[in-house]
């Protein structure tokens, strides 16, 4: 397999393979059954042998994404040696609450106070066998209490001391205004982004490259739109710009994704070796990002509709 000279600036995404659901197009026809926790801890471990074989080095995980943070953990016990060359970057203030379900009424529950703080970052612990290098606030949005709780930001000051670099992660439609509050904020523990950009959504742009130019790691995730940008449901003029520029729908994707220059890390969420493969060949597309871009509003809204699957 020739992968692009661009995987170091790849990740690997633990969210779509730490539990038995999410909203992915195509989940189904990837997983088939094999969905029990055994099942699935083997499946995450064989994309972490085979990313680390291609040349991933970032790994990104978070306390909801069900037992993702423990299959990493798993991994990382089974080949010593190996933590010091990664970079894990983990995320707390949502609960995994789907009880390995593929039907439950709620998969997760958000929550950003000081005390959930206090409970998930020894989880995390506990979980990956070590500190994680970079731990986020999950998806950070308007109406979250975080950026202006006083003695929740003392402590994630507290925590960027013993060398964890602190950071949000930003989901829906007002992604630009959350990031620029952030930056805003006075004696900010911040370093750290990750958001949604794909050839769809792409109103975080302004607001990530303003991050860059002011040193924080900018990780872009959700490259392929939940499966929207795959084989699996892509729109037909970006498959056609894909064919026309010699590479699949997702590599292409992900392709104008790395070709941002304020992007440091680009996550893929593949739940298949061959759709890791696909996914590490993508280079910067050769042409203009041309194709359909949405409205953010339209965009999550169109993405709160897709299904667990």
């Known amino acids: 397999m020739n992968t692009s000279p661009w995987v170091r600036r790849f990740g690997l995404g633990l969210a779509a393979v730490g539990r038995p659901a999410y909203i992915t197009l195509g989940r189904s026809e990837d997983l088939a059954a094999a969905r029990s926790v055994q099942d699935m801890e083997a499946r995450c471990h064989e994309l972490l042998d085979r990313a680390w074989a291609l040349g991933v080095r970032y790994v990104d995980t978070a306390r909801s994404y069900g037992h993702a943070e423990r299959f990493l953990g798993s991994w990382l016990a089974a080949h010593p040696g190996r933590r010091e060359q990664l970079t894990i970057g983990s995320k707390w203030g949502y609960e995994y609450v789907g009880g390995w379900s593929l039907d439950a009424a709620l998969h997760e529950r958000k929550d950003h106070s000081l005390t959930l703080f206090r409970r998930q970052w020894p989880e995390s612990l506990e979980a990956l066998g070590s500190a994680p290098d970079v731990y986020l606030i999950h998806s950070v949005t308007p109406d979250s209490p975080a950026l202006a709780d006083e003695a929740l930001l003392a402590a994630l000051r507290e925590l960027t001391g013993t060398g964890v670099r602190v950071g949000i992660s930003t989901s829906g439609p007002e992604q630009g205004a959350v990031l620029e509050r952030a930056l ?20 975080v742009g302004p607001a990530l490259a303003q991050a860059h130019d002011e040193g924080w790691l900018v990780v872009v995730k959700e490259g392929v739109a939940n499966g929207r940008l795959t084989a699996h449901g892509a729109d037909p003029a970006i498959s056609s710009l894909a064919r026309i520029d010699g590479q699949t729908v997702d590599a292409f994707a992900l392709g104008a994704v790395i070709a941002q220059p304020f992007v440091d890390i680009t996550l893929s969420g593949a739940v298949t070796v ?9 280079r910067p597309p050769a042409g203009a990002l041309e194709g359909v871009v949405e409205r953010p509003e339209d965009y999550w809204a169109t993405r709160s509709a897709l299904p667990w699957a």
């Open 184 to 203: 805003d904020l006075t004696d900010s523990p911040f370093t750290a982004v990750q958001s949604t950009w794909n050839l769809l959504e792409r109103s």
């Open 274 to 282: 061959q759709q890791l493969e696909q996914n590490l060949a993508a």
